[in-house]
T-cell receptor, first 111, second 116 residues
Framework: GENVEQHPSTLSVQEGDSAVIKCTYS??????FPWYKQELGKRPQLIIDIRSNVGEKKDQRIAVTLNKTAKHFSLHITETQPEDSAVYFC??????????FGPGTRLSVLP | DAGVIQSPRHEVTEMGQEVTLRCKPI?????LFWYRQTMMRGLELLIYFNNNVPIDDSGMPEDRFSAKMPNASFSTLKIQPSEPRDSAVYFC??????????????FGEGSWLTVV
């Protein structure tokens, strides 16, 4: 089955700096890669996603890049703000299969 | 749409008692998922349904856990008897059909279960 790893497990950055979280997967047939943000005590919520036929996608301060050959994708957050502090989960989906989530990265943005 | 609706939001129960968690998926979504989240194990898929039919229940930890989906708008996750190690947040999630389109899943607010 699919194996999803996420690095780093914790990340602290100064407000205004950039943060990058990387996710690796094992199944080359996987074709959809969302990122979820979970604030303390809340549910995971989709923040950005990318499909296998696209290399990069941006939404304001958030971007995701995908390297299908190397089987990894990354979340990039620029100009971080305190409200970006949360746990971020990557997920991998394969047609006809289920979503597999990474273990999560706890991001702390220090004022 | 109100989103995925779960109940109860919080439950504290004594070991050995039966616990029933409920979920109403987003209307029109054909996939329903039950996840468990703990600090130690992260987000674990317990079971998922497609068109009310259980597709994969390999994540259900033990026979004490059971899930049903009697119709397109309702699902239950039951733990009987409950144990302290079942304490976790249980998320229900739903997704539209056509997974090849890359439809994401939408989580409910979660049911926070504490077994004492």
């Amino acid at each position: 089955g699919e194996n999803v790893e996420q690095h780093p497990s914790t990340l602290s950055v100064q407000e205004g700096d950039s943060a990058v979280i990387k996710c690796t997967y094992s199944d080359s047939a996987s074709n959809y890669f969302p990122w979820y943000k979970q604030e303390l005590g809340k549910r995971p919520q989709l923040i950005i996603d990318i499909r296998s036929n696209v290399g990069e996608k941006k939404d304001q301060r958030i971007a995701v890049t995908l390297n299908k050959t190397a089987k990894h994708f990354s979340l990039h957050i620029t100009e971080t703000q305190p409200e970006d502090s949360a746990v971020y989960f990557c997920a991998v989906h394969n047609y006809g299969q289920n979503f597999v989530f990474g273990p999560g990265t706890r991001l702390s943005v220090l004022p | 749409d109100a989103g995925v609706i779960q109940s109860p939001r919080h439950e504290v129960t004594e070991m050995g008692q039966e616990v029933t968690l409920r979920c109403k998926p987003i209307s029109g979504h054909d996939y329903l998922f039950w996840y468990r989240q703990t600090m130690m194990r992260g987000l674990e898929l317990l079971i998922y349904f497609n068109n009310n039919v259980p597709i994969d229940d390999s994540g259900m930890p033990e026979d004490r856990f059971s899930a049903k989906m009697p119709n397109a708008s309702f699902s239950t996750l039951k733990i009987q008897p409950s144990e302290p190690r079942d304490s976790a947040v249980y998320f229900c999630a739903s997704s539209p059909d056509s997974p090849n389109s890359g439809n994401t899943i939408y989580f409910g607010e979660g049911s926070w279960l504490t077994v004492v």
